[in-house]
């Protein structure tokens, strides 16, 4: 099992980014991405059942849009209105079962993706 992300970058503080992140090797009953910045504990940002349903982190609630291509076994993280505390390297998770978003509850890690947002 492998997860490949893509699609970080720098982007001035307002702006936008999609991450991507495809699955091989099975499929998931939930896929999301997690974040961590430097010094800080890796955070639940958003996650998508195979059904669909979406769940976000408050800190990015209407700001982020995950969603999924159950076809292509990937899922994707539209970031919009970036702010500078959203720097951290995004981690794309996947987990068997519909679990708590913990990181103890995630079966499989992508590599990271750095996104950086200047001010």
């Known amino acids: 099992v492998q997860l490949q992300a893509s699609g970080g970058g720098l982007v001035q503080a307002g702006g936008s980014l999609r991450l991507s992140c495809t699955a091989s090797g099975r499929t998931f009953r939930m896929l999301g991405w997690f974040r961590q910045a430097p010094g800080k504990e890796r955070e639940y940002v958003a996650r998508i059942t195979r059904s669909g349903s979406t769940y976000y982190a408050d800190s990015v609630k209407g700001r982020f849009t995950i969603s999924r291509d159950n076809a292509k076994n990937t899922v994707y993280l539209q970031m919009n209105s970036l702010k500078p505390e959203d720097t951290a390297v995004y981690y794309c998770?996947?987990?068997?079962?519909?679990?708590?978003?913990?990181?103890?509850?995630?079966?499989?890690w992508g590599q990271g993706t750095l996104v950086t947002v200047s001010s």
């Open positions: 998770a996947a987990s068997l079962e519909t679990v708590p978003p913990t990181p103890g509850n995630i079966d499989y």
